[in-house]
């Protein structure tokens, strides 16, 4: 019949073209919504994620998510980024999440370098964050030193995916990271950063040489090359009051 209607032929491709443009649009529409609704809990969980490594620089750990924000304000005196020629780009504040905090890998390449100054029990700390290459992936960290800008004091270091019991050491071992703790970054007569990760076999001076991680000869050669990259581009703050 003319008046009859038309059913949609749903073995056509002009229907399954549509239908599967529909479902597109809402599953991309969903995930959207979704990722928002989300991003502030997520930027509140990397922050509290990056406060806790730096605590753990300070060797402050093993505390509650409830007690990060507080000790970590206590602690930071100024979050300033510097330059290689020590000067200062961006004063920081106390607490400080608004200048070297919101810096990354990227800001390092540019020249743009994170200073936390830090107080723990009365005395001066600085927090360096380093960044390199492990075996499988970005590896990173962040070390401490004391207020003689040549003694460290504490270390933490993170990666994204090395292989467990090997590579990933250089984060699941708290014994590995205290090692650093008392080393010299400078040696007399050194160029630079002296301080390495070399095989415990041909470790020849103790106070700027690290046990490498057993079985993880490119992931410890890894952290060596951060640190020595890194903290080099430090040297004139290290230097300022020699």
Known sequence: MANEKRKIDTNSNTYTILYAVVIVVVVAFLLAFVSSALRSRQEVNVALDKKKQILAALNVRDISDDEVDARYKQM??????????????QQGTRGGEQAAFKLNSADYKAGRLALYVCDVDGQRKYVIPVYGMGLWGPISGYISINDDKN???????????????????????????????????????????????????????ATVQCDAVTGATLTSDGVSLMLQECLGKYIEFFNETK
């Open 76 to 89: 930071v005196v100024s979050d300033d980024i510097i330059d290689e020629h020590n000067q200062v780009q």
């Open 151 to 205: 003694t460290i004091y504490g270390a933490y270091f993170n990666h994204e995916s090395e292989t467990a019991g090997l590579g990933a050491e250089i984060k699941d071992s708290r014994d590995w990271q205290r090692q650093f703790a008392g080393k010299q970054l400078t040696k007399e007569g050194v160029p630079g950063i002296a301080l390495a990760v070399v095989k415990k076999s041909e470790v020849k001076d």
